[in-house]
């Protein structure tokens, strides 16, 4: 389901303030409202012939294996508005009335499932996006020229697994590929084990790719294994790409290996990590979730990487945003929502008790670097919720006519657990660790989501 909270200022400059909601109708959901219940059997979780079994009994009944769900994102594209998940296509919506249009598929060049998050180019305004399929090609790159009506560049990435890439990175010149271990294999589900698979032996490496490259113009670099499904920002900087993002050592996706419990597993994953000196890679068997901002330093000329942690064991961060007109560009701040461990701990679900703003170019002066071999941490600024208040869905906002890059707001969902209701926080950037500027009390509960956005409207015809 999509949430809307819309701004606007009438004649007199007054603002008017509006909240809406409404499922995405994709082809499937159209047809289980017809049924007026569940009806595509679950094909992620489960041992290997319920999942196989799950597959055959969808497709013969209903001509396809999976739900379309367009739950994950919304993005923009040449006026246009799209909801995304990357196991299908993207969902054209109308911002105004939220209502579901057709599918994108870029005028019939684009045959897979989109990332959930691509990337608008700086300077071109081509949108940069990647798709995963579970059977060769694997994974495919493609370029959509800036007025979305066609697909100016696609190519096979000539991947031997099917990695599932939650997001792409672009620089000014570049297309950067995360290929961490997570994947989707059918003959390991045939073989009696799970579709979908986070592998803590397999190999992690980033690519780099001119951006009308082709498999072999891409530059990989092998750097420590980790999961990063979210990229805060990545840009040039000398001969280095610079890639930053959310990392944490195992996936949140799939959950816990099968006859492992579910509750427990997530419950230890959420868990506070302790640096241990026998460890590199600082963790040990409970906090295998949390996630660091870390920064991959990738050299184009000599093939170097200088990686590190950007971010103490304090807080877990997920869900990074930046003012996106710094997309692909060296920038000073980014934010990120910040976990409440403990919360999330005891419940077995992710909740986000704050937010984090991030200071690259201000070194910690408060605490000593605790990972002496990847270098100082940096500046973070908190802004904390009340007691049982989380937040999802959080953007940033710039200010017309700003001047510095952190010119502007976060807004973002957040619910009281203890009074069950539900408000939009609004929070100057500037004055991050102040009161919001505005609490606006929404008439019903916005339930825990993934991401949002901001979108200037669009003049409407």
């Known amino acids: 389901m999509l949430h809307a909270i819309y701004f606007m200022k009438d004649a007199h400059g007054d603002w008017i303030i509006s909240y809406k909601n409404r499922y995405v109708e994709s082809e499937t959901f159209k047809l289980e409202k017809q049924r007026n219940k569940p009806s595509f059997l679950p094909t992620v979780e489960g041992d290997s012939p319920a999942i196989i079994a799950a597959y055959l009994l969808n497709m013969l009944r209903f001509g396809m294996v999976n739900k379309q769900i367009s739950s994950t994102s919304i993005f923009e594209h040449s006026r246009k508005f799209y909801a995304i998940t990357e196991n299908h296509l993207p969902q054209e919506i109308d911002i105004f009335t939220l209502e579901t249009l057709e599918e994108w598929d870029v005028n019939g060049a684009w045959d897979r499932p989109f990332t959930s998050h691509p990337k608008k180019a700086p300077g071109t305004g081509e949108l940069v996006t990647i798709g995963m399929d579970g059977q060769k090609p694997f994974i495919v790159a493609g370029v959509i020229s800036a007025d979305g009506n066609m697909l100016s560049h696609k190519v096979d990435l000539k991947f031997n697994r099917a990695t599932l890439i939650h997001e792409i990175g672009v620089t000014q010149k570049y297309n950067v590929i995360m290929d961490c271990p997570l994947t989707v294999d059918m003959n390991r589900l045939v073989a009696g084990g799970p579709l979908i698979k986070y592998d803590k032996e397999g190999y992690t490496r980033i690519g780099v790719m001119p951006r009308y490259g082709n498999a072999d113009s891409v530059k990989w670099f092998d750097v420590e294994a980790n999961c990063t499904l979210h990229i805060l920002n990545s840009f040039e900087d000398g001969n280095e790409v610079v890639v930053r993002g959310c990392r944490a050592l195992e996936s949140i996706i799939p959950g816990p290996d099968q006859g492992l419990n579910k509750f427990e597993w997530f419950s230890m994953g959420f868990k506070p990590i302790e640096i241990s000196n026998k460890n590199s890679n600082g963790f040990t068997q409970e906090g295998f979730l949390f996630a660091r901002v870390y ?15 950007l971010t103490g064991t304090d807080f877990s961060m997920e869900f990074p945003m930046i003012n996106e007109d710094f997309t ?27 937010l984090a703003k991030l200071y690259f170019e201000e070194q910690d002066k408060t605490l000593p670097a605790r990972d002496g071999k990847k270098g100082q941490l940096i500046k973070v600024e908190y802004h904390r919720f009340e007691e049982n208040n989380f937040c999802s869905g ?11 890059e952190d010119d502007g707001w976060i807004i973002s969902f957040v619910h009281n657990e203890d009074t069950n209701i539900s408000q939009v926080h609004i929070i100057d950037a500037r004055k991050f660790d102040s009161k919001p500027v505005a609490k606006i009390t929404l008439p019903q509960r916005v339930p825990y989501g993934f991401h949002g956005t901001f979108i200037p409207m669009p003049r409407q015809a």
């Open 394 to 404: 959080s953007a940033f906002v710039p200010k017309q006519g700003g001047v510095e």
């Open 295 to 309: 920064e991959w330093r990738l050299n184009m000329e000599t093939g170097e990487v200088k990686e590190r942690n």
């Open 328 to 354: 692909g560009v060296k920038h000073k701040y980014g934010y990120t929502q910040v976990l409440d461990s403990m919360a999330s701990s005891s419940c077995g679900m992710a909740k986000y008790g704050g």
